[in-house]
């Protein structure tokens, strides 16, 4: 079946530093993929999505492509602040009708200034 | 309403009780998820409802899971015989449609803490 792997957390990094957060893919056909993010205390927000081949997503500086040669969705970010201290979570959805969020388990990024 | 809200915040419930979670999602919003969330395990699917109906029950672990969702909108994901390994974060989230249409983003709730004693 569909799956999603991202890399294990956590992740510390000091303010201004790069991030990439690596994830990849195994479907059928051609998903739609997302990065989502749980802020302390709050609930999943979705960040940025891409619904295609080579499309890149992108949101408050984050940054996706997604890769099908690679069934990659590598998340990544120039500049890292403290308040971007989250979970992350990769996702994809079948474009069948209906179908539900197929999750990573999560990647847990600490920033510190 | 501004988003979908999920009721209680937090459950403690101990070994053997029933509990009862409750979404209600976003005016408007035809489709509604419900995922687990846990340690080790991340985020699962649980059920997914189109109107009132439930098309997708693979997710629920057992027979003793159950949902339902009224008029609808408000859904109620019940667990009878609570155990231990049920301890999670339950979440639920609606889109407009569950249709195939690319831009039909699921939007979450904050989801209810339940720990089983």
């Known amino acids: 079946g569909d799956s999603v792997t991202q890399m294990e957390g956590p992740v510390t990094l000091s303010e201004e530093a790069f991030l990439t957060i690596n994830c990849t893919y195994t479907?059928?056909?051609?998903?739609?993929l997302f990065w989502y993010v749980q802020y302390p205390g709050e609930g999943l927000q979705l960040l940025l999505k891409?619904?295609?081949?080579?499309d890149k997503g992108s949101n408050k500086g984050f940054e996706a492509t997604y890769r099908k040669e690679t069934t990659s969705f590598h998340l990544e970010k120039g500049s890292v602040q403290v308040s971007d201290s989250a979970v992350y979570f990769c996702?994809?959805?079948?474009?069948?009708?209906?179908?539900?969020?197929?999750f990573g388990k999560g990647t847990t990024l600490s920033v510190s200034s | 309403g501004a988003g979908v809200s999920q009721s209680p915040s937090n459950k403690v419930t101990e070994k053997g009780k029933d509990v009862e979670l409750r979404c209600d999602p976003i005016?408007?919003?035809?489709?509604l998820y419900w995922y687990r969330q846990s340690l080790g395990q991340g985020l699962e699917f649980l059920i997914y409802?189109?109107?009132?109906?439930?098309?997708?029950k693979s997710g629920l672990p057992s027979d003793r899971f159950s949902a339902e969702r009224t008029g609808g909108s408000v859904s109620t994901l019940t667990i009878q015989r609570t155990q231990q390994e049920d301890s999670a974060v339950y979440l639920c989230?609606?889109?407009?449609?569950?249709?195939?249409?690319?831009?039909?983003?699921?939007?979450f709730g904050p989801g209810t803490r339940l720990t089983v004693l």
């Open positions: 479907a059928t056909g051609y998903p739609s």
């Open positions: 989230a609606s889109s407009l449609r569950a249709s195939g249409n690319r831009n039909n983003e699921q939007f």
């Open positions: 409802f189109q109107g009132n109906s439930a098309p997708d």
């Open positions: 996702a994809l959805r079948s474009n069948q009708a209906g179908t539900a969020l197929i």
């Open positions: 005016s408007g919003h035809t489709a």
């Open positions: 891409a619904t295609k081949a080579d």
